[in-house]
């Protein structure tokens, strides 16, 4: 393990939490193998705009090796200290850079076949890190819905076939009025267990995401494909620069969406600045996500889960575009005629999706779990009392099934 | 063998086992045997004239969406055609870069390259092509490659300086024909075969296509332009395409050792499942039409072996640092074992193979099928098709 002292580096592109948290966890930053610091670095220094459940986690885990003895320390993170770099990568100033740091050491541990390595260092610390945890479970227990296959016509395959074995498959549900009862019950659940117009620190905990344009209602969190059609445009008309100035590669085109802030995609100005960088991560790190409305909602719920951990979550998903050559709908061309069928399949996938990545939360033995073929009669309800790989056909309306759920 | 490395070994084997398990239920492939100790079928006593037709998909498809019972739906042709014809392998582990120009590379040089993935760059490493010609002392025309993506430019021929041009495979990459044949023409009704490159916005940089190699190539293939044109206008992808070009090579010009790297399925990047499901049925169905044509063809029948195998796997489901099908990216065990099929004259038909074996196993076996020695290439024969 590198064994240094708190280097006089430069924290200057840290906003100010961040900064100060770098500054407090010096020492401790300090002892820590490279690999290992610039992780934990480049998750310091996007603190001021991580969701609260994040900061939680980066401060438990700064807390937790800050207590441990030096030998404890070696011994959690050893498998960081054994990978080798080159000189080009020492180098860097993984303090200023940390993102420019990974994206080298990303391509170095691949290059030098050194990534199993790194995944097997990060799992064991992850399990560490993962035991010595106080279970954090939410007061209440998570609801996620997720409705799709707007515009579509019946399935021609199978509906929620991942899903079925985890729950109860409906196939005579009622489907008037069921979008707006389930508005209705989400944006309910946001004024029982409400934070609007709480502190930060409590905020973002109920979501609504649509592929389409938003039904008006009332969460803490509403985002939508449509809401982001002007940052969308800006991004591409950035991409479509560098692409016709051939001057930068892929890697180069990375660097610069890494670098990119809120306010250069019109994400800035009266947004609240976390949502404004989350919005913009969903379209400079998500892959598809600024093409395909499908692909937006589903990658939107696997960060939302991922990094806000919300207690409610509704997805609707809308038809995307059909395909045509990347470059062409990379270019900001109206978009295409939508793929209603397509799309149902797209969604279908992205419930199972969302239901995983809620599975992975704190809770998930608590959790409920709705996914509804909009306008038709199937649907899939997974949750405590519920029981596993059934199927009912029992004329029920949406209230009933989300009484189920209750 | 550290923790990682058999923790690879350990879910590889699993993955190779579930395979076979998955198709043993498969009624079509009920009469399924296993391999373990045995002779050589026919040892070096090849056909004289013996030719070899490699299929890569440069995207992987995972078993949730092929051999697993979900999934047998999208891969009817290999199921039902291909795999009783021929030797299966249920674990092919790739332990390079998971990026498909280098892991293609890898594949045809049988070393792991480390090339920039982006990079207009050729392999380090002979090449299979280059092995091919120069040992056997083939003509330029009886190598060729036939890539959709930009990348694949430099794939024909390595860097090495025993072997390198002189000796390389001609490489097609069908869209920029295309292009080419479109040139001052509206390309509105052609879209659809002309993206390919689904890893990154930004093309790789290309050679450009002068008139005259447009013309050359055109004349090699005997095709005229305007039936090319026309032709391309009832293709559904640039997979579609390039199996078009294949067959048009197969025709004039009958290459003993011809390389073909599909790439529909890499639309999985986008995220779009339904689009990744279409190219797997895509593929598959490719598969079957370009193993039909070799049985068709009297200059291949009865003296070709066809290698298919995805180039590495996509992330698992379970893998909390990946997003499933869309990418892959995690590197986990999934991501880098995958199968391959055999078919041939003298291979041994509906028989799987359970043990693992390499990615860069691919070389040396096409060095004991065409009678060349890959002497950079490491890996080894596979026996069990020999």
Redesign the interface.
């Known amino acids: 393990m590198a064994q240094q002292g708190f280097p006089s580096c430069d924290l200057s592109p840290y906003p100010p939490k961040a900064r100060n948290l770098a500054e407090a966890n010096g020492k401790l930053l300090g002892l820590l193998p490279v690999v290992f610091r610039v992780i934990l670095l480049r998750e310091i220094l996007s603190y001021d705009w991580k969701f609260p459940a994040e900061r939680r986690e980066l401060e438990e885990q700064l807390r937790l090796l800050a207590g441990l003895s030096e030998s404890e320390l070696t011994l959690c993170v050893q498998g960081f200290a054994g990978i080798k770099l080159n000189a080009s990568i020492e180098r860097l100033d993984g303090w200023a850079d940390p993102a420019g740091f990974m994206e080298q050491l990303t391509d170095w541990l691949w290059s030098s076949g050194q990534m199993e390595r790194f995944r097997a260092a990060a799992q064991a610390f992850a399990a560490f890190a993962s035991a010595a945890k106080t279970p954090d479970p939410p007061p209440e227990a998570r609801l996620g819905i997720v409705v799709i296959g707007q515009g579509a016509q019946k399935s021609d395959a199978p509906l929620f076939r991942k899903l079925r074995a985890h729950g109860v498959y409906f196939d005579n549900i009622k489907p008037e009025g069921g979008l707006e009862t389930l508005l209705e019950a989400a944006h309910q659940r946001s004024l029982a267990h409400g934070t609007l117009g709480q502190a930060q620190s409590s905020r973002y905990k109920h979501w609504y995401i649509d592929g389409d344009v938003a039904r008006p209602s009332l969460f803490d969190v509403q985002l939508s494909y449509a809401q982001l059609q002007q940052p969308r445009g800006l991004l591409l008309e950035r991409i479509q620069q560098v692409i016709a100035s051939q001057s930068a590669g892929p890697e180069s085109l990375r660097s610069l969406l890494a670098k990119m802030r809120p306010e250069e995609i019109g994400l800035g100005g009266g947004m609240d600045p976390v949502l404004g960088h989350f919005a913009m991560s969903l379209l400079t790190e998500g892959s598809g996500t600024q093409v395909f409305s499908t692909t937006f909602v589903q990658w939107a719920a696997r960060e939302c889960l991922r990094r806000a951990q919300p207690e409610t979550l509704l997805l609707r998903y809308a038809p995307r575009q059909q395909l045509r050559p990347m470059n062409v709908m990379l270019s900001q061309a109206k978009p295409g005629p939508p793929d209603p069928q397509g799309s149902l399949v797209d969604a279908d996938m992205g419930a199972y999706y969302t239901w995983l990545n809620m599975s992975r939360l704190p809770g998930a033995d608590r959790m409920r779990f709705l996914a509804w073929f909009e306008g038709h009669s199937e649907a899939i309800a997974v949750g405590p009392g519920l029981p596993a790989g059934a199927s009912s056909r029992n004329p029920l309306d949406m209230r009933q099934l989300l009484a189920m759920l209750s | 063998m ?4 058999s ?2 070994h350990e879910v590889s084997a699993r993955q190779g086992w579930q395979r076979r398990e998955f198709l043993r239920a498969l009624g079509g492939v009920a009469g399924l045997g296993a391999l373990s100790g045995f002779a050589p079928l026919r040892a070096m006593n090849m056909p004289r004239g013996q030719k070899a037709v490699v299929v890569t998909f440069g995207g992987g498809a995972r078993d949730e969406e092929t051999f697993a019972p ?1 999934g047998q739906e999208n891969i009817p042709y290999m199921l039902r055609e291909l795999i009783p014809q021929g030797t299966f392998y249920t674990q092919v582990i790739n ?5 498909h120009y280098v892991a293609t590379a890898s594949l045809a040089t049988g070393r ?1 390259e ?1 090339l ?1 993935n ?2 207009l760059v050729p392999p380090s490493h002979a090449t299979v092509f280059e092995y091919f010609r120069h040992d056997l002392r083939r003509p330029a025309t009886d190598a060729w490659v036939i890539a959709p993506s930009n990348g694949f430019n430099c794939i024909g021929s390595s860097d090495n300086r025993s072997f390198g041009a002189n000796f390389g495979a001609g490489v097609i990459l069908p869209k920029h024909l295309l292009a080419a044949a479109l040139q001052e023409q509206s390309s509105v009704d052609y ?2 075969l ?2 390919d ?9 290309t050679a450009a296509f002068s008139v005259e190699d447009i013309h050359r190539t055109a004349e090699l293939l005997k095709l005229s332009l305007d039936n090319f044109r026309t032709h391309a206008r009832s293709l559904a992808s640039p997979d579609e395409l390039s199996v078009y070009i294949a067959r048009t090579l197969m025709q004039q010009l009958s290459p003993s050792l011809l390389w073909i790297t599909l790439h529909d399925i890499d ?1 999985a ?7 990744y ?1 279409d190219g797997i049925r895509r593929s598959d169905r490719l598969c079957g039409e370009l193993w039909r044509a070799i049985q068709n063809d009297p200059e291949y029948a009865g003296r070709t072996t066809l290698f298919i195998l995805p180039d590495f796997g996509r992330d698992s ?2 893998e ?2 990946g ?5 892959h990216r ?3 065990a999934l991501s880098r074992t995958t199968w391959m099929i055999v078919l041939g004259p003298g291979v041994r038909q509906n028989v799987v193979v359970d043990r693992p074996v390499d990615s860069l196993d691919l070389v040396p076996t096409l060095g004991a099928v065409l009678g060349f020695s890959p002497t950079q290439a490491q890996g080894q024969r596979l026996h069990e098709v020999l």
Do not use: M, W
Request: charged share 15%.
């Open positions: 550290n923790a990682s490395v923790l690879l979900e332990r390079g870069i998971l990026g792991y480390t920039d982006f990079a879209e659809h002309l993206s490159n689904y890893e990154s916005p930004i093309a790789v940089p639309i990047h986008s995220g779009a499942y339904s689009l499901l489901d379970l909390a640092s997003n499933g099908f869309q990418h995690s590197g986990d």
